[in-house]
């Protein structure tokens, strides 16, 4: 993809109003009557600040106070002769407001990379370089969003998503997974969608780790899931991670429904049974001992464990949900 820079003007280049970032908000909207408020109110909402991304009005301030960007945005030139924005919507947005109110400066023209009339395919992988690998992401929601679109309504083979997004292939599908679980269950039982809180996506995404979804389908359901974080039964989402803990426990289970996670947990610290204190020994020496041990189990020890319902069998499988997030955690890039 061949591209070069230019100084645009500003009212020559169209918003990308397929942008999950904006998508998720203006879907309320006629693409066709949207106006300025409610362009820079889709871009400004939702967006916090953190190490990776930038509020509007921080954005807005910066531009204001240095006259310009440093960075120039990246525009399609379409055969139809359109500049159309692939990465810097919000930036765009700004100069359009600040000319539009005369905002001391020169907002006519942008500093732009301009590529020439890529296709769909280069598109997506510009987008997702920027903002799924980039130093600028979105939010997981729109993360998930865009995902699900490219690979089940796009119809893009999974492995050319994941060469886009640099070959991480559980956090993809864990992404559109709790996508599709999110809007399955979740959505529908909302009263309107601006009762939609994005938040919540990190819920369901901690659903898809190790052996928590599998829990919860032994007793309940996605829906039930979904009730409960409405509910806030389910109070944060790094504590779904010990479903699996709680649903082993009746007592701990009906207090989780009348409650949350958090207070159902000490149900389950409360019953667990008394051991030797191995607080001192170290990961390096738990992992050495617990390999030694399973490789060395009497076969009758280990037809027991796996024929029969024990808490040995639960223990392992809660085990092994937890070393796969936290394997997956530490051998990220």
């Known amino acids: 993809m061949k591209s070069y820079y230019k100084e645009l003007n500003v009212d020559e280049i169209k918003l990308d109003m397929e942008n999950p970032r904006i998508a998720k908000f203006i879907e309320m909207y006629d693409k066709d009557t949207l106006n300025s408020e409610q362009i820079a109110l889709a871009l400004g909402s939702g967006v916090e600040e953190s190490n990776n991304q930038t509020s509007y009005s921080s954005l807005y301030n910066s531009i204001k106070t240095n006259r310009g960007i440093i960075h120039p945005i990246v525009v399609n030139h379409q055969i139809d002769g ?6 810097g919507n919000t930036r765009v947005q700004i100069y359009k407001e600040f000319k539009e109110n005369n905002i001391d400066g020169d907002w006519n ?21 920027s ?19 490219l690979s089940n309504e796009e119809n ?10 640099g070959g991480k292939k559980t956090e993809i599908v864990k992404l559109i997974n709790a996508y599709k679980d999110m809007e399955k269950y979740y959505r529908p039982l909302l009263d309107a969608d601006d009762e939609f809180d994005q938040r919540d996506f990190s819920k369901f995404l901690e659903l898809q780790n190790g052996s928590v979804k599998e829990a919860l389908l032994a007793k309940f359901s996605l829906g039930d899931f979904a009730k409960w974080v409405i509910n ?8 779904v991670r010990r479903l699996p803990e709680i649903l082993r426990n009746e007592e701990a289970t009906k207090i989780l429904l009348k409650t949350n996670i958090k207070t159902a947990l000490e149900k389950v610290i409360v019953d667990k049974p008394e051991y030797k204190d191995i607080s001192g020994v170290s990961i390096e020496q738990l992992c050495v001992e617990l390999i030694k041990r399973m490789n060395d189990m009497p076969f009758q020890e280990y037809n027991s464990i796996r024929n029969g319902s024990n808490p040995i069998k639960d223990n392992l499988i809660d085990l092994r949900g937890n070393i796969d ?7 990220k890039d």
């Not at 359109?82 to 990465?87: G, K, R």
């Not at 893009?156 to 997004?165: E, N, R, Y």
């Not at 997030?325 to 051998?331: A, G, T």
């Open 109 to 129: 023209t942008i500093p732009s990379i301009v590529y020439e009339n890529l296709s769909e395919s280069e598109i997506h992988a510009i987008r997702l370089q």
């Open 82 to 87: 359109s500049y159309v924005v692939i990465e």
């Open 156 to 165: 893009l083979p999974m492995s050319q998503v994941i060469d886009f997004c």
């Open 325 to 331: 997030i936290f394997v997956e955690d530490i051998n």
């Open 232 to 239: 806030g039964n389910v109070d944060t989402a790094i504590n």
């Open 131 to 149: 903002h799924l690998v980039g130093p600028r992401e979105w939010d997981p929601y729109s993360k998930a969003k865009y995902l699900n679109y």
